[in-house]
């Protein structure tokens, strides 16, 4: 995989700021000392050890604390469409060296923005794609919307071996914060630190079995965890779209592990074999818990705690690690090199790729000669 472009908002947020703000967008809410209160201490004391810096974001705290209504949420997620996922297309494409007459298919992946048509259909004019183009639209995968996309084009790329495929991930998470007044204790806690976790950001990537240096992909998967429909939701409201998080989604990776270990013994492997892993920074117990179901070591999920450092970025943050170990030196693995990647998210589930590193730049192109089985994906 070439270097993925990650365009974040350009408010860098620290996130003692953000967490402060949430906290000051609760007092009172609640009667001092009652259940509901205490819940609220209890989240932001949690929200406080998060592994995040600063947060990329498209709205100013004011703004994400101020903003009501659903109609004026998906506007500003709309703004940011445009503001970020555009260009980070365009300069997909640009690293790539392939022109729009090039890209045969896109895939939008965004649980952020309503729309019909598609979001996909404003990008795709945007960018002067054909009118052939063939057009994916996904909405809802959240945090497994990076991996999803990339699983999709392999899938895609198997048919259609001769094609190029364009990835887009877009989401704005400052536009649906919510004071959740009604909620009961578990649920608010699990609703104030999710506040106090999600950045900003968009990626793009040239998907092609044209491209001569990257991560080979060998093979993909998709697992969904039985019984936890809600543990990662939206629930629609007259005022917008609400997330939920249950304690089954953290308690939810062991759950998936078998599926990732089974995807890389599909090539031999274990986790002890891998240079390192492309995986979604979804919080500090999402990572430790991975790192401790595939039996992986501080380096090998380096890449997700950098990540994190920005907040999780939802569909973007397996393509930001991916970017992250392309870019520095500690992390870019050795030619032929095994890698992981994988992200997590609604219901519970996960979708997931094992690949080699064909060179250190980490561009990614289907070997030579190989069948159509065996392609590899250019993230620009």
Request: charged share 20%; net charge negative; hydrophobic share 50%.
């Amino acid at each position: 995989m070439s270097v993925p472009i990650v365009v974040v908002p350009p408010r860098q947020i620290p996130h003692r700021e953000l967490v402060d703000a949430v906290r000051r967008g609760y007092d009172g809410v609640f009667p001092a000392g009652s259940p509901r209160a205490r819940a609220v201490d209890r989240a932001i004391a949690m929200a406080g050890r998060l592994a995040i810096d600063v947060h990329p974001l498209h709205l100013d705290p004011g703004e994400v604390m101020g903003i009501r209504g659903l109609a004026a949420r998906n506007a500003a997620a709309w703004d940011a469409f445009r503001a970020y996922a555009v260009p980070a297309a365009e300069a997909a494409l640009r690293v790539a060296g392939v022109t729009a007459d090039e890209v045969d298919a896109v895939i939008l992946e965004t649980s952020t923005l309503i729309a019909m048509p598609s979001p996909i259909t404003e990008l795709s004019r945007a960018l002067s794609l054909r009118p052939d183009c063939a057009a994916l639209p996904v909405f809802g995968m959240g945090c497994r919307g990076g991996a999803h996309a990339i699983t999709m084009a392999h899938t895609w790329l198997r048919a259609h071996p001769q094609d190029t495929v364009l990835i887009v991930t877009a989401d704005t998470a400052s536009a649906h914060f919510h004071i959740e007044s009604e909620l009961e204790e578990t649920a608010l806690v699990g609703s104030i630190v999710s506040s106090t976790l999600f950045s900003d950001a968009a990626a793009a990537a040239v998907v092609s079995t044209g491209i001569e240096e990257g991560i080979e992909l060998l093979d993909v998967a998709r697992y969904e965890v039985p019984g936890t429909p809600d543990a990662i939701a939206w629930v629609a409201t007259d005022e917008g779209m609400r997330f939920r998080l249950t304690k089954d989604a953290v308690r939810s990776i062991p759950t998936v592990g078998p599926t990732l270990l089974g995807l890389l013994a599909g090539q031999g492997w274990t986790g002890a074999d891998l240079a390192v892993c492309a995986l979604h920074s979804g919080g500090n117990s999402i990572i430790r818990d991975t790192q401790q179901a595939l039996g992986l070591t501080a380096h090998q999920v380096a890449p997700a705690w950098l990540s994190l450092t920005r907040g999780n970025l939802m569909s973007s943050a397996v393509l930001d690690a991916i970017a992250l170990i392309a870019g520095r030196d500690e992390l870019r693995p050795e030619p032929g090199a095994p890698v992981l990647g994988a992200g997590f998210g609604p219901g519970f589930g996960t979708d997931a790729f094992v690949g080699r590193a064909l060179l250190p730049a980490l561009c990614a192109a289907p070997a030579r000669g190989e069948t159509p089985e065996r392609h590899d994906v250019a993230i620009a």
